[in-house]
């Protein structure tokens, strides 16, 4: 078994311990509905024949459908999948939503692909999933290596096979299919709200002015954003945009260290650009007074910023480098990036830690609110629909709060003691 899904189910032993569900209930709680397993043939345009394994896990589906991204990714294995299956249980749950919880992906490196074989790879995964989801069924999203454009081809290829478009059987759709105005930011969107609300909970002195950037006390509010993909540059924006000050961001590739603050709408051009985020680009683009120093992405984690974001992938902060953690708040954007060793390693030192179930949630909340434009046939700004986000994690924050206050645990142990309650009494009531 794979760390990450060794690690998920430790930590929901631990929370159904705390909560006193029944071991009955716990093994449905930890045992996926369903796995599909199959492979992807592609031609390559050099003429050979390619097979790329996938699958699809549907988890639970006892508080409503299927939910759950698509990840294109040469390093996705079925164990990864069943774990991340999992977290969108827990994530659908907790944020109130009337959703299960799924996910699916592809090993395949996208980057390696050309546009047409990458279309392919789409059209093929959605062909060999299209009797097993749907609007009320299971509705895919995108994830790491998939976009929006992908979503639209797995789309378009659903809409063939039933006979017509169907756009409320996909969210992270293109505006142009359908899609929501802001889900696109929808994931950082909703990782700033949390954050807002935890500071504002963990520090009761804290004056600051979110509108106008001003007055912020008892926290420098340096940040290290490890990732720089969907997520993680839209946090970096968003947060750099209210007057935080980014200190370091980094990609697959490489990171950058700036300690008088990176300007982030300038890397993003930069990578919209070039297609990484790279010492030059940040220099030339961001006009620093120094060039920003590089380093390696294991050094990003270490780093003395006060809030720690990692928005890559799983396993990044485990018992090896927990030690040497330095930040005062760590904000998982990630789906699993602290082991369960590193997350006791940080509660022992301090160390909050906002887990990813609550601070990624803002994408499946943004795409429930896609899902219900879809269904009615309805279109809301980006205004209202980033302020329905805002309003329902706020929400969300304040319940966890409630819980972690009432039984003096960890964050993490709040949100899933709520998640797994809900998701038990609706099994029980079946
Ligand atoms: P993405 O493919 O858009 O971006 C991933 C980023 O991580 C890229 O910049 C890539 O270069 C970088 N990266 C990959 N390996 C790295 C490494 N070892 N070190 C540093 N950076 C590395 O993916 P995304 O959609 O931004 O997803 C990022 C994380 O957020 C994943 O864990 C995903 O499951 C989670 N998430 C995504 C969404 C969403 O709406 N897209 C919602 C909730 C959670």
């Known amino acids: 078994m794979s760390s990450f899904l060794e690690s998920t189910e430790k930590q929901i032993d631990a929370a159904a311990a705390a909560a ?33 394994p996938a699958w699809r896990v549907q988890h639970n589906n006892a508080l409503g459908p299927y939910k759950g991204g698509i990840r294109f990714h040469p390093d996705s294995t079925l164990d990864e999948v069943k774990a991340l299956a999992s977290l969108m249980t827990w994530k659908t749950s907790l944020a109130g939503l009337p959703y299960g919880g ?14 047409r074989e990458l279309e392919t790879v789409a059209r093929g995964y959605s062909r060999a999933i299209a009797p097993h989801v749907g609007p ?3 509705i895919p999203a995108p994830d790491v290596g998939t976009n929006s454009r992908i979503i639209d081809w797995m789309a378009d290829e659903y809409g063939k096979i039933t006979g017509r478009y169907e756009p409320a059987a996909f969210t992270g759709k293109s505006i142009d299919k359908g899609g929501s105005q802001g889900r ?3 994931t950082g969107f909703g990782g700033y ?9 963990a520090i009761p002195d804290l004056v600051w002015n979110f509108q106008t950037k001003s007055g912020i006390s008892g926290i420098k509010n340096t940040v290290a954003v490890q990732g720089f993909g969907n997520v993680g540059a839209h946090i970096a924006r968003i947060l750099f945009e209210k007057g935080f000050k980014i200190t370091a961001i980094s990609d697959s590739r490489g990171a950058l260290y700036e300690p008088e603050g990176i300007d982030i709408t300038k890397v993003m051009e930069a990578k919209a650009r070039t297609g990484i985020i790279d010492r030059a680009t940040c220099y030339a683009l961001a006009s620093h007074p120094a060039p920003c120093q590089t380093f390696t992405n294991e050094a990003l984690l270490e780093l003395p910023a006060d809030i720690l974001i990692p928005a890559a992938l799983e396993d ?28 006791d390693m940080l509660a022992q030192r301090g160390i909050a830690v906002i887990p990813d179930i609550l601070a990624n949630s803002g994408g499946v909340v943004g795409s429930y609110f896609e899902w219900l434009q879809s269904l009615e ?14 309003a329902h994690l706020t929400e969300a ?34």
Do not use: H
């Open 397 to 430: 924050f304040a319940a966890v709060r409630e819980e972690k206050e009432k039984r003096g645990v960890t964050w993490r142990t709040a949100c899933y003691i709520r998640a797994l309650t809900r998701v038990a009494q609706a099994l029980r009531a079946t």
């Open 102 to 115: 799924a996910k699916g992906a592809v090993a395949c490196d996208p980057r390696s692909l050309s546009e």
């Open 20 to 52: 006193a569900i029944p071991a009955d209930v716990l093994t449905r709680l930890k045992t996926p509905d369903r796995v599909w397993e199959f492979e992807i043939p592609v031609r390559m345009d050099d003429g050979t024949e390619r097979k790329f």
């Open 184 to 186: 696109e930011i929808a």
């Open 193 to 201: 709200v949390v954050l807002r609300e935890y500071l504002k909970a």
């Open 136 to 138: 009320k069924r299971d």
């Open 377 to 390: 046939q309805k279109y809301w700004s980006e205004k209202e629909a980033l302020a329905k986000i805002d």
């Open 316 to 343: 990044q902060m485990t018992e090896k480098n927990a030690g040497r953690i330095r930040a005062r708040v760590v904000l998982e954007m990630a789906n699993g990036p602290t082991t369960r060793g590193a997350d």
